[in-house]
């Protein structure tokens, strides 16, 4: 069984997928944290686009997902908490539209969740259209962008992040505008997921509804 969350920054796609995954007994694979990493690849090479199919080839970026641990390596340097600095938050929208970037994140994703003995939850922004068009259960999870943006700061300031909401809020947008603008792969709703608005939902009813779907469709398909 495969589920898939699409949606924005700051959509609060990571913690729900993850207690989703909880709750279905699945595993859990957060494929912003694989775009994170190659920014971070990017980011020791100084952002040279020369150096770019040199690096993919030999990356050595290594992933480990488990619901209350995501973990990243590059060689022997754990990079876990240096992918979510303000640096890699402001460049990663940038790296993801790389189309050889994105063509090695997909591979990665399918390897890692073909792999995987029990069912698998994955969040990001193309699943559902690009990554496993023929995913047993699509969701775009939404919310309006002051919510995002809110979200977002303070998951950064209980990080210890020195930012402010204005600054969060900016880049909120830009991440917007590059993911549904960009030529390949865009962010956008596949036909057939179910659109869940967060706004005004507690983490509580966001993850009820989208358990409590795959459980009724789950009763429905084996009655």
């Known amino acids: 069984m495969i589920?898939?969350?699409?949606?924005?920054?700051?959509?609060?796609?990571?913690?729900?997928?993850?207690?989703?995954?909880?709750?279905?007994?699945?595993?859990?694979?957060?494929?912003?944290?694989?775009?994170?990493?190659?920014?971070?690849?990017f980011m020791i090479n100084d952002f040279d686009k020369s150096r770019l199919t040199e690096a993919l080839k030999n990356h050595d970026l290594h992933f480990d997902f488990h619901i209350d641990n995501v973990r990243v390596t590059h060689g022997d340097k754990d990079i876990t908490q240096t992918i979510r600095s303000a640096e890699i938050n402001n460049r990663v929208s940038e790296v993801a539209a790389m189309?050889?970037?994105?063509?090695?994140?997909?591979?990665?994703?399918?390897?890692?969740?073909?792999?995987?003995?029990?069912?698998?939850?994955?969040?990001?922004?193309?699943?559902g259209t690009v990554v496993f068009p023929d995913?047993?259960?699509?969701?775009?999870?939404?919310?309006?962008?002051?919510?995002?943006?809110?979200?977002?700061?303070?998951?950064q300031t209980r990080a210890g992040a020195d930012t402010s909401l204005e600054q969060v809020r900016e880049n909120v947008e830009k991440?917007?505008?590059?993911?549904?603008?960009?030529?390949?792969?865009?962010?956008?709703?596949?036909?057939?997921?179910?659109?869940?608005?967060?706004?005004?939902?507690?983490?509580?009813?966001?993850?009820?509804?989208?358990?409590?779907?795959?459980r009724s469709m789950r009763t429905e398909n084996n009655s």
């Open 175 to 214: 991440r917007d505008r590059i993911d549904s603008t960009r030529d390949i792969d865009p962010l956008k709703k596949a036909d057939d997921a179910v659109e869940i608005d967060s706004t005004y939902l507690t983490f509580e009813e966001q993850v009820a509804r989208i358990t409590d779907f795959v």
């Open 99 to 127: 189309p050889e970037v994105r063509d090695e994140v997909r591979r990665i994703l399918r390897e890692i969740s073909g792999d995987r003995k029990r069912g698998v939850v994955l969040e990001g922004r193309d699943l």
């Open 135 to 155: 995913a047993d259960y699509k969701f775009f999870l939404t919310a309006a962008p002051e919510a995002r943006a809110r979200r977002r700061f303070d998951e």
């Open 3 to 41: 589920i898939v969350i699409d949606g924005p920054a700051g959509a609060g796609k990571s913690t729900t997928a993850k207690e989703v995954a909880r709750r279905t007994e699945s595993d859990y694979v957060d494929s912003g944290a694989v775009y994170r990493g190659f920014t971070y690849l």
